[in-house]
């Protein structure tokens, strides 16, 4: 069936702008629906792939068909035809095994029943593609607080623009008796998208536990940024509210921290729940993971002096004071149902006198805490550890660069450059040079002169230190130190003859003077062999130091 191109593409910007879906997805689904009712009307089921429908964007063109396949032996007439009946038709074509036999249809020989069933399956599918669509949309916006203005306010809820569209606010998700005028600013949590009767929509609402959260998100930097975890939410919108509260920081109370100086955190959350004559009660809960004391905290305002927990039924009994049992009930019971969501445990009262009449055993407040304490120095300790573990394997991982498997060699032994080649060559040649000398000093050196031997291990360790060092600077030291040494001997020996002669002079002088002979205390034959003695050594110490090998050492470090 040709149709208005014009009017066709006028329809597709229409359903394109108010649904915010797009053309090919409209065509798309249109195509569904006429090939679902085509099927339906031949007699063909879903799975038969006997229709085909195409749609032209650009003219406007529906064409229709149902295909059978040409077979040489039928085994279903309804999607098959043999060849012979084929080409017996008045097409003028020749089929043979394998073909494709067209038979053309149109929308105007659809009947009223599956023309009506079309327009519900586009329906469907258009309402499914919207739905799509805002979810694309609002996908990072569930379980966030928004903010739009009224519209339009009527007996079934308020109509709210948030922007590119509008959402619908009813009674039932609004908090207490609270009322908005036209124009006014107001704050919804996005709950969810969802599809009806009338297309898709954004579920909104005021009356969840998710937008109290956010609120609390809002006015306390503390849950904010994450030091304070809220664990759970119990609330009765426009009545009462529990929230349980945690942190693992020792230093901060949760409960007081949301609470804030003289409740003015708490009144922040409470004067945006709702403009009604009623305020909703916040009752701030402090979480614990003993079920006993965490009970006892979430029946608070009534003073509970014990609990009897039993945790595979999930069910405990509440001691409370004798004045304290309404209060734990609660208006209408809210206290308590509360307190059941919250803890998730089946709560039963009785008072203190009653308990004590039937003999009821109970955990004490104080065993309770004392149990919490228990278990928080353990999870500290538990952390702690974790923390020395982390930095553990921190300090023994790989720095970033290096290879996965990088081990850090332990021991490195360190060459000589070889730009030093020719300086160690040289230091080994004259350790080598020492050592003979030394080795020729030891081996004239007559047997009763002691202090050449004592010396000899002096000059080893100066050869010893020429080896390790291979130091310029510690080999020109130790050769000064040698050379002074041995200076040092002949000043003292000539200092001595020189002291003997004085001596001599002196004594022959006061011998003189005073005419009294004098006994000397060393004979004659002893001063010629000290004499003898000193003259060799002098001579010894002439020979063997050769000053010249000195003097080219030098020379050739200038150059």
Do not use: W
């Amino acid at each position: 069936m040709a149709i208005n191109g014009k009017v066709f593409l006028e329809g597709l910007n229409e359903l394109e702008a108010s649904k915010g879906i797009s053309k090919e997805v409209i065509i798309a689904a249109l195509k569904e629906a006429m090939t679902k009712g085509y099927k339906k009307q031949i007699g063909a089921t879903e799975e038969d792939d006997c229709v085909r429908v195409t749609i032209d964007a650009e003219t406007g063109n529906i064409d229709m068909c149902q295909v059978k396949k040409v077979v040489k032996e039928v085994e279903d007439d309804f999607l098959e035809i043999s060849v012979e009946d084929a080409n017996a038709l008045k097409d003028g074509k020749k089929y043979k095994a394998g073909d494709e036999l067209i038979i053309p249809s149109s929308p105007e020989e659809l009947t009223k029943a599956i023309a009506m069933s079309v327009k519900s399956i586009l329906k469907q599918k258009l309402a499914e593609a919207e739905k799509d669509v805002l979810f694309e949309n609002f996908k990072d916006k569930i379980g966030t607080m928004i903010t739009g203005k009224v519209e339009k306010a009527d007996e079934r809820g308020l109509t709210i623009n948030i922007g590119r569209t509008s959402v619908f606010l009813p009674h039932k998700q609004m908090i207490g008796d609270e009322k908005f005028n036209v124009g006014e600013s107001i704050k919804l949590f996005v709950n969810n998208v969802d599809s009806g009767t009338k297309g898709a929509h954004i579920v909104v609402t005021r009356s969840s536990e998710g937008f109290l959260k956010c609120l609390f998100t809002e006015e306390i930097s503390e849950v904010y940024n994450g030091t304070i975890v809220i664990k759970g939410i119990a609330r009765e919108a426009g009545e009462r509210s529990k929230v349980a509260v945690y942190t693992d920081d020792p230093n901060i109370d949760p409960a007081g921290a949301c609470i804030g100086p003289n409740g003015s955190r708490i009144q922040k959350v409470v004067g945006q729940l709702g403009n009604g004559q009623a305020k909703e009660k916040i009752d701030i809960i402090a979480y614990s993971d003993v079920p006993g004391l965490f009970i006892m905290e979430a029946l608070k305002p009534a003073h509970v002096v014990g609990i009897k927990v039993d945790e595979e039924s999930k069910s405990a009994l509440a001691i409370v004071k004798d004045d304290s049992f309404s209060l734990a009930i609660g208006k209408k019971g809210v206290n308590v149902r509360l307190a059941v969501k919250l803890t998730g445990y089946n709560i039963d009262i009785k008072t203190e006198t009653v308990a004590a009449e039937e003999g009821i055993e109970f955990q004490t407040l104080e065993e309770l805490q004392a149990i919490d304490t228990e278990l928080k120095a353990k999870a500290a300790y538990e952390k702690l550890a974790a923390q020395f573990k982390a930095q553990e394997e921190a300090q023994v991982s790989v720095l970033p660069g290096l290879p996965e498997g990088y081990v850090a060699p332990q021991d490195r032994t360190y060459e000589a450059e070889e730009d030093n080649t020719e300086l160690q060559e040289a230091l080994e040649e004259q350790s080598e040079k020492a050592e003979v000398k030394v080795s020729k000093k030891v081996e004239e050196a007559p047997v009763e002169v002691a202090p050449v031997s004592e010396e000899k291990p002096v000059e080893v360790e100066v050869k010893k230190e020429v080896k390790t060092t291979t130091s310029l600077e510690d080999l020109e030291k130790s050769l000064s130190e040698e050379s002074n040494k041995q200076n040092a001997k002949k000043d003292r020996k000539f200092s001595k003859k020189k002291k003997e002669e004085t001596s001599d002079e002196s004594s022959k002088g006061a011998l003189d003077t005073s005419g009294a002979a004098r006994m000397s205390i060393y004979t004659e034959e002893e001063l010629r062999e000290m004499e003898e003695e000193d003259k060799e050594q002098e001579d010894e110490y002439d020979d063997d130091v050769d000053y010249d090998d000195y003097d080219e050492y030098y020379d050739d470090d200038d150059r």
